[in-house]
């Protein structure tokens, strides 16, 4: 199965900077099917991205995602406040999907 | 509004049986996979599970081949997932999602806690 390693695990940032979180695959996901999570505490994930760079409804143009392959990235300009949380990956690419162990977004 | 709404989790001894219930509105039901994804206490999220709209074709873990089995019940816009034989290692708050190779809508979760 396909392991995603995000990093940094933790990125202390203050609001109104930007964030740049990593997300890398152990093999290329095919058709560059990764998605984005946020999740914030005692919440179900919220889709943010699809499709490595689609944004999904409702999503403000802030968050983006980029990337192929084996390496992808979700940026989030301007973090406002209601951003700290919790962001996952996850790839379709192929069985079964798997999940990268998240990155913690934290106000510094 | 697309809703999801999970139901049946509890506190079960190893070995025991439970059957979460997953019920959808606001879209056409049948229409659509759904999938069961859990995150243990403090750790990331997990596939489990999922199945066709039509019911027909349905995936697992191997984690929990032959020990979970899920199923539809389109009539009731339901999805169950009969979980026998749990383990310690089961304990996670269990999520539906509608889905589309990804989650794009989710439920609150329901707990499960696998212990003696």
């Known amino acids: 199965e396909i392991v995603l390693t995000q990093s940094p695990g933790t990125l202390s940032l203050s609001p109104g900077e930007r964030a740049t979180l990593s997300c890398r695959a152990s093999?290329?996901?095919?058709?560059?099917?990764l998605a984005w999570y946020q999740q914030k505490p005692g919440q179900a994930p919220r889709l943010l991205m699809y499709?490595?760079?689609s944004r999904a409804t409702g999503i403000p143009d802030r968050f983006s995602g980029s990337g192929s392959g084996t390496d992808f990235t979700l940026t989030i300009n301007r973090l406002e406040p209601e951003d700290f949380a919790v962001y996952h990956c996850?790839?379709?690419?192929?069985?079964?999907?798997?999940f990268g162990q998240g990155t913690k977004v934290e106000i510094k | 509004e697309v809703q999801l709404l999970e139901s049946g989790g509890g506190l079960v001894q190893p070995g025991g049986s439970l059957r979460l219930s997953c019920i959808g509105s606001?879209?056409?039901?049948?229409?659509?996979?759904i999938n069961w994804v859990r995150q243990a206490p403090g750790k990331g999220l997990e596939w489990v599970s999922g199945?066709?709209?039509?019911?027909?074709?349905?995936y697992y873990r191997d984690s929990v081949k032959g020990r979970f089995t899920i199923s539809r019940d389109n009539s009731k816009n339901t999805v169950y997932l009969q979980m026998d034989s749990l383990r310690v290692e089961d304990t996670a708050v269990y999520y539906c999602?509608?889905?589309?190779?990804?989650?794009?809508?989710w439920g609150q979760g329901t707990m499960v806690t696998v212990s003696s």
């Open positions: 999602a509608k889905w589309n190779g990804y989650g794009d809508m």
């Open positions: 606001g879209f056409t039901f049948s229409s659509h996979n």
């Open positions: 199945i066709v709209g039509s019911g027909d074709t349905t």
């Open positions: 093999q290329s996901v095919s058709n560059n099917y």
């Open positions: 499709g490595a760079s």
């Open positions: 996850q790839q379709y690419g192929d069985s079964p999907r798997t």
